[in-house]
């Protein structure tokens, strides 16, 4: 928990269209922010492939106006990437210091988000997570759940790896982040994502034995289930940088996830 004497305002699209600069700066500068927290996203990876210019609209440009707005207003610009910035070809988790090189039209345009974040703004926090879900939403998770109480099976890859991240884990680490934002430098990259390694058919079918569906997961290549997008085959991350700064004590994926599947069957009972 922050401060109760922090106000945390939570803006969508019907309050705040980060995408369009003027009302970004407008909004900011009337607010007078101390920490800007950026969560939205373009991440309908397959989908950016023929809507590039959204995708980049969200991803990118609007990052370099959250960028400009928390540079002139000297607050803190705290920005959510991703793992799909990397091509997947390392065979160790990747470190913050490690060159992007993106695949995908998605990839791409969070990669460029990335770019305006570190220059825009004077004070910057860039957290790269991996396949995140929660039990609110849409995500993998529900996705397989809803598809396991109806369907006998489900082909699911199997030679993608990298780590689920359960979203309330990550907002944990942000608060305490914020409470540690002394010993962060002015312009940091860091990695945060849940202790592990899977693929998305470990994933799925971790999934499967915790809510106790019937229903069989069969793993499948990448070759055999082709979508438009690339994805990396390998994106763990390396998280040695932020257990340090922290002191963390990272849950691993398979913890958080059987509680994330827990609350979302009780809470559809």
């Not at 101390?34 to 980049?56: G, H, L, P, W």
């Not at 060159?99 to 990669?111: D, F, H, N, T």
């Not at 082709?226 to 940088?241: D, G, Q």
């Amino acid at each position: 928990m922050l401060n109760p004497d922090h106000k945390i305002v939570f803006t969508d699209v019907d309050e705040l269209d980060v995408t369009n600069r003027a009302q970004t700066l407008t909004y900011i500068r009337n607010l007078k922010p101390r920490i800007i927290i950026n969560c939205a996203a373009y991440n309908a990876v397959d989908q950016a492939e023929t809507d590039k210019e959204t995708a980049f609209a969200i991803n990118a440009h609007a990052v370099k106006n959250l960028a400009e707005g928390s540079n002139e207003t000297g607050c803190w610009f705290i920005h959510i990437s991703t793992d799909y910035v990397f091509d997947g070809n390392n065979h160790v988790p990747y470190t913050e210091n490690d060159v992007p090189r993106p695949l995908s039209a998605y990839a791409r345009s969070k990669y460029e988000g990335e770019k305006y974040a570190l220059a825009g703004a004077a004070h910057v926090l860039i957290i790269r997570t991996s396949w995140l879900y929660s039990a609110h939403g849409r995500n993998f998770v529900k996705t397989i759940l809803h598809h396991a109480f109806s369907k006998p099976e489900l082909r699911v890859v199997n030679d993608q790896i990298g780590t689920p991240t359960c979203a309330q884990d990550l907002a944990n680490t942000i608060v305490a982040l914020i409470r540690g934002k002394n010993r962060i430098a002015k312009k940091e990259i860091l990695h945060f994502s849940n202790e592990g390694v899977a693929s998305w058919y470990d994933f799925a079918m971790a999934v499967v034995t915790y809510a106790q569906a019937d229903c069989k997961i069969i793993p499948v290549g990448t070759k055999d289930y082709p979508l438009p997008a690339i994805r990396p085959f390998y994106s763990v991350m390396n998280k040695e940088k932020i257990r340090k700064i922290l002191g963390l004590d990272i849950p691993h994926w398979q913890n958080s996830l059987y509680q994330c599947v827990k609350e979302i069957m009780q809470s559809e009972k």
